[in-house]
């Protein structure tokens, strides 16, 4: 599953979202970095799980969200990815409300 979230500038939004977590502004998330990629992982309740990985998709005018598990977690995605985006919608609804228009959900 995916989360789209339609924004003007899809770009400027992941970059916000991921400054205010290097700047310790979102105490509860930390970035962690492979390569120049910039997952973000909660540092709580499903961190040892796996991430969640911004891109964008400047066609559709979105910022797409997936949540990816760790190789070592024995879980399946399923059982815990909603929770994780249950914090990261949190991250947009309560620092960034003007930014997006909708949220379209791709897959299951």
């Not at 789209?4 to 400054?19: M, V």
């Not at 797409?64 to 914090?87: A, I, M, Q």
Request: hydrophobic share 40%; net charge neutral.
């Amino acid at each position: 599953m995916k989360l789209l979230f339609k924004t003007a500038n899809p770009e400027t939004l992941k970059s916000a979202i991921i400054r205010k977590i290097e700047d310790a502004e979102l105490k509860t998330w930390s970035i962690l970095e492979s390569g120049e990629v910039k997952y973000l992982k909660h540092t709580q309740q499903w961190g040892d799980k796996g991430v969640i990985l911004l891109t964008t998709d400047t066609e559709k005018g979105a910022l797409v969200v997936k949540v990816l598990k760790f190789p070592s977690v024995t879980e399946e995605l399923k059982d815990f990815e909603g929770y994780y985006y249950g914090r990261f919608c949190e991250i947009i609804f309560v620092n960034f409300p003007g930014r997006f228009t909708s949220i379209e959900r791709i897959g299951v």
